[in-house]
DNA sequence: GTCTATAATCCGATAGAC
DNA sequence: GTCTATCGGATTATAGAC
């Protein structure tokens, strides 16, 4: 890669954390460059081509920041470093984590390209690892680790999420303190043992009163 | 509120559940109601007003959604009811959610209008009293029901932007499935009792370690 | 490889006739 | 209340000189 082609994708990176997908134009990427616009087509085909390179490089940012954890010599203390990388990756480029769920079709691709997919799949291939080895030291629950990993995914992520679009009155480091509590949350559980009778009960309930209603 | 100014509120919706943001257009708006753009504006002062209404019914009809579960007898049927109108709501209006959560500032606000504010803030204290009379009556464990509460909307949203952006691959009937499998482990909690003595133990030996940095 | 100049679209919004 | 016509500006992208 060029020179000039690595100093426009980090250009582009910049402009895009600043600015988002619809603040994002050729013209600005070339002021940022310091050239004019057309010079920006000597080393991209155009508007996609440079934000699948931003893309491609979210998500390289991003797995470099889990594969992190793999140093610890612990599954218990991978497992927490990795939640640490996610953690720190969301609050250190917060437009980056969002550009990766924006989906392809904003980006004007029909399809996200190939080695992207591969990252995403090595990155979820990850988490379930993670998660399979802390059953198998006895720490998480047992079960389809798949299943398990969706769970903690889909609480991460909202976490995540809702920290990006200001719906938690608070800044960075109250926010790592949230994402650990609520974490501990998921870990214990939010629900007494009584729940388990009612919600079963609720549902016999229902079940019969469909039945009446036959 | 004019028979014109309702279609073309309807039309926007459509318009804004077709296309997204970047795709809405006073232009485009104005050839779905079957008018010429200028038209528009007798109705609304500008594209941020269309959009702030679109914005407004959208909250308007996910209040409904969750106020219907007010209907149900106990603590327990009310908070069920609750999470399948949550549910009901994403799947039959998943870009409604989606403008839910974009930011007024993507709409051209400065701040977002006050009776959205207002809106926002009574489903909040919505979920925190489902949370608090389920405290109550014993079914949630014991605790401020505002952190128990993020804890579970941030599960909840996770879970729903997942879906939206097709990070899971399956459709509307087993992605209900799958809302209320991954609630059932968050009820529940995910880690052993062994966890909470690893990982205390795990951060005793970080702060060894930092004290010997010393 | 970069420039100037420009084509071709799209946008929001307005003026004035009817 | 809607129309035609238009302004002013943004965008992506290209042609051709240097």
Redesign the pocket.
Same mark, same amino acid.
């Given at each position: 890669m060029?020179d000039?082609r690595e100093k426009i994708l980090s250009c582009a990176c910049d402009l895009y954390e600043r600015l988002g997908l619809e603040g994002?134009?050729? $013209?600005?990427l070339?002021k940022a460059v310091g050239?004019?616009?057309?010079?920006i087509? $000597?080393?991209y085909d155009? $508007?996609?081509a440079v934000l699948g390179d931003v893309l491609r490089e979210a998500h390289r940012t991003f797995a470099r920041y889990l594969y992190a954890a793999l140093g610890e010599p612990t599954p218990l203390g991978r497992f927490a470093a990795a939640g640490q990388g996610f953690i720190d990756f969301v609050i250190e480029h917060p437009r980056w984590y969002g550009i990766m769920h924006t989906g392809h079709e904003n980006l004007g691709m029909d399809h996200p390209p190939e080695d992207i997919e591969s990252m995403q799949a090595a990155v979820h291939q990850f988490w379930v690892d993670r998660v399979r080895e802390c059953q198998q030291a006895g720490i998480l629950k047992e079960g389809d680790p798949e299943e398990l990993s969706i769970t903690m995914w889909a609480h991460a992520h909202g976490m995540a999420q809702l920290f990006r679009h200001g719906c938690f009155p608070v800044q960075q480091e109250e926010f790592r303190m949230l994402f650990k509590q609520s974490n501990a949350r998921l870990m214990s559980g939010v629900a007494t043992p009584e729940f388990a009778a009612e919600y079963s009960a609720m549902l016999r309930d229902v079940e019969v009163a469909v039945g009446q209603g036959d």
């Open positions: 060029s000039q994002f134009s050729m $013209r600005k070339a050239v004019t616009a057309p010079a087509y $000597r080393h155009g $508007r996609d």
